[in-house]
């Protein structure tokens, strides 16, 4: 079961095959098509043509890449798709190349026809994957049991639990350790869901801090205003740092962000 308080399935994750960064990424396009559907109308208007005119199926800006450079005379068409893609994400501010796959991918399952929204393939290669072993997980406890004519029930439950606990502390220190060792990292929490709001709408809405501030959380936004221009900084600065964070975390190149006056850069 995935805990909905995590990006992944589980407490860790390996470190070369995050799925916490792919749910995170997921998530940031589905907030990037609720603030601004443009993104996803102009890459049927603009790409999809092209996508559709290749003799080639492509669903990786790797793949894409390759077919260019190996036979770039002989197949304008990829050629063509590739320059429209770049063209089309550079617009947006999303030119990485996982959001490039995203695009490949969503074009590829729309089967001729427009998609409201993103259709993302889930990379499986780190599924199933364990980081440790059946007779490592073995989880044994045995007690002498309860003698009513010597203990209370409140007692020998009392002292049982107790000593479960104990040997429960012991194997999931021994468990991480195991796990930890072997290249797995902890999966990352969950950032609040309006990070990623605010980091769609400063990435291709091109909103600044305070503007993110004073549609997403107008009161605060307010009372800010109304305490004075360094309640009002540290506010934004407080927008500014999370969504940095979540790009960094996602491996999204924010975009340059015009200085107005009297107000700081994002970076």
């Known amino acids: 079961m995935h805990d909905s308080k995590k990006l992944a399935w589980g407490e860790y994750e390996p470190e070369v095959h995050r799925k916490s960064v792919e749910f995170a990424r997921t998530k940031f396009l589905r907030a990037v098509n609720l603030h601004e559907p443009r993104v996803l109308e102009t890459l049927y208007a603009d790409v999809f043509g092209t996508y559709k005119e290749s003799p080639f199926t492509f669903t ?11 036979c770039a005379e002989s197949n304008k068409e990829a050629k063509d798709l590739l320059t429209n893609l770049h063209s089309w994400a550079q ?25 409201p929204s993103w259709h993302i393939v889930e990379n499986y290669s780190s599924f199933g994957e364990s980081a440790t072993k059946e007779d490592e997980r073995l989880l044994e406890f045995t007690h002498e049991g309860w003698e009513p004519s010597r203990q209370t029930r409140a007692q020998f439950k009392s002292e049982i639990i107790r ?44 909103m600044d801090a305070a503007d993110i501030l004073s549609q997403f959380l ?25 969504i940095n964070e979540l790009a960094d975390f996602i491996d999204l190149d924010l975009r340059e962000e015009g200085i107005k006056p009297g107000r700081r850069s994002l970076k």
């Open 60 to 70: 990786t800006i790797r793949d894409l890449e390759f077919a260019v450079c190996m």
């Open 91 to 115: 617009g947006w501010h999303i030119d990485e190349n996982w959001c490039l796959d995203g695009a490949l991918q969503t074009m590829y399952r729309s089967h001729n026809e427009k998609s």
């Open 163 to 206: 000593e479960f606990n104990l040997k429960l502390e012991e194997y999931l220190k021994k468990t991480e350790q195991l796990a930890t060792q072997r290249g797995y990292v902890r999966t990352k929490s969950k950032h609040g869901d309006g990070h990623f709001d605010w980091l769609a709408c400063f990435q291709v809405k091109e």
């Open 218 to 242: 107008p009161i605060e936004y307010d009372s800010a205003v109304n305490r004075g221009r360094d309640s009002l900084n540290n506010a934004t600065k407080r927008i500014r740092s999370a």
